[in-house]
């Protein structure tokens, strides 16, 4: 089985800075993606960041210059770093993999349980 665990999330005030962490685990083949996705309440489940196995990298333009994504490929480990967070980033953040289980299957996505984080102003 396949398994995302993220941690890092927590409370923090305006301005702060929090770092998440995601770590695959289980049997697969590759890894083609690697990104966070949040959900606030009442809100759908955006993208924030993601980064290709080629090393490209996408954010949302609302945390462009403040979060940096990063992997540890040999790790299979994706890193989040957040910072100057603001009350609008709150919110339920999940990992996301998109990961080949065999060689010659089709591309999966596998989502972990996510982690809190909230900021307060």
């Known amino acids: 089985q396949v398994q995302l665990v993220e941690s890092g999330g927590g409370l923090v005030q305006a301005g702060g800075s929090l770092r998440l962490a995601c770590a695959a685990s289980?049997?697969?083949?590759?890894?083609?993606?690697m990104g966070w996705y949040r959900q606030a309440p009442g809100k759908q489940r955006e993208l924030v960041a993601l980064?290709?196995?080629?090393?490209?990298?996408n954010y949302v333009d609302s945390v462009k210059g403040r979060f940096t994504i990063s992997r540890d490929n040999a790790k299979d480990i994706v890193n989040l770093q957040m910072n100057s967070l603001k009350p609008e980033d709150t919110g339920v953040y999940y990992c996301?993999?998109?990961?080949?289980?065999?060689?010659?299957?089709?591309?999966?996505?596998?989502w972990g349980q996510g982690t809190q984080v909230t900021v307060s102003s």
């Open positions: 980064m290709t196995s080629g090393g490209s990298t």
């Open positions: 996301n993999a998109r990961l080949k289980r065999q060689s010659y299957t089709a591309p999966q996505d596998y």
């Open positions: 289980g049997r697969f083949f590759s890894i083609n993606a």
